[in-house]
């Protein structure tokens, strides 16, 4: 633990004490930077940490069953097709994802057309997101509480694409750490690096962009709080302003070239109207806690709704304390970080509200296992009350571990929802990945996209309404619409409807597949226009299978 670490482990290294915060503490060049490790202990163990996680995902990966199923999976993939295909994204077709989620999948299948791919682009995103996990928690921890730490976000990873939803706000997390132990001649361009991953970060995702930025203005703002150098404090938010601008301008650059002014405008309205449709139509309550079923798995993740904030509001207020009581640079330098750690996890949060389940929670748990694991560590070993509550202290900091401990285990059931089972045979599953879907896959989904891609040409275009996007990608061929699902609430605005109908109509699908349970229904209440004329045009049944009826181009 912290009191007892070697000196090679130690991470607050300086023993000077300062006499008041106003002489610029964290502005002052250090011989030797506070919060870290040195550079022959962190490298090698943080790179085991990536290759350990990589070794374990690689061998849970989904397989070929899951990407046939997976319409959430499936979205990212028949966008990362249609690129392929030549279509741009927020040009040709739209989403409420950013366009980098298309463009990194697309560039990967590119090199490798198969699911091989896609499978080691989210296994290496999550290795790189719990390798930052490990390595923010051993900052003011031990390795072995990094560890545990690092197993408990193995049992949390979120669902297999996205890989991003974790790794950014780590990153941004790991350049903040940077720049409050760097020299302040050398901060600007980690204060650059840092705004260039909020900006890469709303090209993946519109809020998770905005959730980055939100965390580096409020925890620059608490380091000039903290240091006396609010004159400082506005030129470093012009220069994140200007890291931001990098990527952001560029897109918009992209944009006006393919589509205008107009795109611009497009993009954003789609981005909005698609993020307003999820929220209004698809949100969920808080779980419930069950008091005749205390340990199950629904009891256990409204417990961790409840635990998450608390675990925020304790490191905020550790921080607060130590910013009162302290003047040691070692101690300021650690309570500005654990505060980092709990303003990243509040500006991430809002993302598990929206669809309250523990699967948006596990989207945004990686803040809370560090700061939980942080917290732990700090309590186990504070040495200032230890001489007259040592012992209630560390008995409550136990009782509080093997409760976590608990929720861990009764949250696992559900943990790695995507991935398979540790007994299964990874080798036979990449064997499946790498061929994709047989002729005769006998998987509904399977079949479906197998018969369009067997009977038509790879310039034909097709249309899927309702939610089966992986449709497009696995049958290789071009969306008839400007969109990769029908489902309600989504781009529903008049504007949209009449876009869509038009492109449609333009590239007179051979294909349409049409759901035939509630879906259908939801479709001639929301599309009225594009669903009487596909069944006024598209009278023949190829197949009727499972919930769908595949439909073709009748002959004039």
């Known amino acids: 633990m912290l009191t007892n670490k070697r000196d090679d482990q130690r991470l607050l290294l300086s023993d000077t004490v300062r006499p008041c915060r106003h002489s610029g503490i964290l502005t002052q060049s250090l011989n030797t930077s506070s919060l870290t490790i040195p550079r022959e202990g962190i490298i090698p163990i943080g790179f085991l940490a990536f290759i350990i996680a990589l070794v374990l995902l690689l061998w849970r990966a989904p397989g070929l069953e899951f990407y046939l199923s997976s319409s959430d999976h499936g979205f990212q993939l028949c966008m990362a097709r249609q690129v392929i295909l030549g279509k741009l994204p927020f040009v040709d077709v739209f989403s409420h994802y950013g366009p980098l989620v ?20 989210c296994a290496v995103g ?52 940077r720049i409050i132990n760097t020299p302040l001649q050398r901060r600007t361009r980690w ?40 004159r400082r404090y506005c030129s470093e938010l012009l220069y994140l302003s200007a890291g931001i601008s990098v990527p952001i301008v560029c897109w918009f650059a992209f944009l006006v070239t393919h589509a205008g002014v107009g795109g611009i405008g497009d993009y954003f309205w789609a981005t909005v ?15 419930l806690f069950d008091r005749y079923r205390p340990f199950s798995v629904d009891s256990a993740s409204a417990a961790a709704f409840v635990v998450v904030p608390l675990i ?65 560590s700090i309590l186990w070993a504070d040495g200032s009350i230890a001489a007259r509550h040592g012992f209630r202290r560390r008995l409550a900091v136990g009782l509080c571990a093997a409760f976590a401990t608990g929720l861990i285990v009764a949250i696992g059931e559900r943990g790695g929802a995507d991935l398979a089972s540790w007994s299964s045979s990874p080798l036979q599953r990449y064997r499946d990945l790498s061929k994709g879907p047989a002729p005769n896959v006998t998987h509904p989904i399977g079949k479906l996209a197998m018969t369009i891609r067997t009977s038509s040409h790879s310039n034909e275009a097709i249309l899927v309404l309702g939610i089966a996007p ?13 969109f990769p699902v029908y489902c309600r609430g989504l781009w529903t605005e008049s504007y949209w409807r009449r876009k869509d109908l038009a492109t449609v109509q333009k590239n007179s699908p051979l294909y ?15 599309r009225p226009l594009l669903f009487n004329w596909i069944m006024t045009t598209y009278g023949r049944t190829v ?13 004039e």
Not at 144 to 153: E, I, K, Q, S, T
Not at 543 to 555: A, E, F, G, P
Request: proline residues 4%; charged residues 15%.
């Open 273 to 287: 109207s698609g993020a307003q449709g999820v929220v209004e139509f698809w949100s969920k309550p808080f779980p």
């Open 470 to 482: 992986q449709v497009y990608y696995f049958s290789r061929r071009p969306m008839a619409g400007i």
């Open 512 to 526: 349409v597949m049409v759901p035939t349970r509630d879906e259908r229904n939801l479709l001639q209440e929301e």
């Open 312 to 376: 925020y509001v304790s490191a905020a207020m550790w921080a607060l304390r130590v910013y009162l009581r302290d003047t040691n640079e070692e101690q300021l330098k650690k309570g500005l970080f654990v505060l980092a750690t709990a303003l990243i996890g509040a500006c991430t949060f809002p993302q598990a509200l929206h669809r309250s389940d523990i699967q948006h929670l596990k989207q945004v748990i990686p803040p809370a296992i560090i700061s939980a694991g942080i917290l732990f």
């Open 102 to 121: 298309s463009f990194t999948s697309a560039l990967l299948s590119a090199i490798h057309d198969s699911l091989l791919s896609e499978t080691l682009l």
């Open 543 to 555: 197949t009727d299978l499972d919930s769908w009826v595949l439909l073709k181009r009748q002959v």
């Open 191 to 230: 204060i650059l690096s840092a705004g260039l991953i909020d900006g890469i970060a709303a090209l993946y995702r519109l809020d998770l962009g905005l959730a980055c930025a939100a965390f580096h203005v409020l925890s620059l703002g608490a380091a000039s709080v903290v240091d006396r150098t609010p």
């Open 126 to 177: 999550y290795a790189a997101s719990l390798s930052l996990v490990y390595r923010l928690t051993v900052v003011v921890s031990s390795r072995l509480v990094g560890w545990c730490v690092f197993a408990a976000g193995f049992v949390f990873v979120a669902r297999f694409y996205k890989w991003y939803y974790w790794f950014f706000p780590l990153a941004a997390l790991y350049c903040f750490y």
